[in-house]
């Protein structure tokens, strides 16, 4: 079956950093757009890095723009994140998505997610 596997949070200070990885399996990964989500109590889920993928090109929300960069490894079918110059409002649960792109409809999947705080 399809899982993606997040890795890499915790506790993290302010100003510090931290790189998230989302291993997928049970998918073709070069199907797949793929993306990562955040939700922090209370708020909405939030969509802020996504990858195509085939140009690799990338998106970001203006709230992590310049901070954060979202990448992928075809080859170990891995997204990763990379998250610099963090701040407490970036505390949330981090969640992986892919999407096939092979159809308007086609199938989504969700990590489980991850907690990354961010506190003195």
């Known amino acids: 079956q399809v899982q993606l596997v997040e890795s890499g949070g915790g506790l993290v200070q302010p100003g510090g950093s931290l790189r998230l990885s989302c291993a997928a399996s049970g998918l073709t990964f070069t199907d797949y757009s793929m993306s990562w989500y955040r939700q922090a109590p209370g708020k909405e889920r939030e969509l802020f890095a996504s990858?195509?993928?085939?140009?690799?090109?990338?998106n970001y929300a203006d709230s992590v723009k310049g901070r954060f960069a979202i990448g992928r490894d075809d080859v170990q079918s891995t997204v990763y994140l990379r998250m610099n110059s963090v701040k407490p409002q970036d505390t949330a649960v981090y969640y992986c998505h892919a999407h096939d792109t092979r159809a308007i409809r086609g199938a989504v999947y969700w990590g489980q997610g991850i907690q990354v705080t961010v506190s003195p």
């Open positions: 990858i195509d993928d085939f140009t690799h090109r990338t």
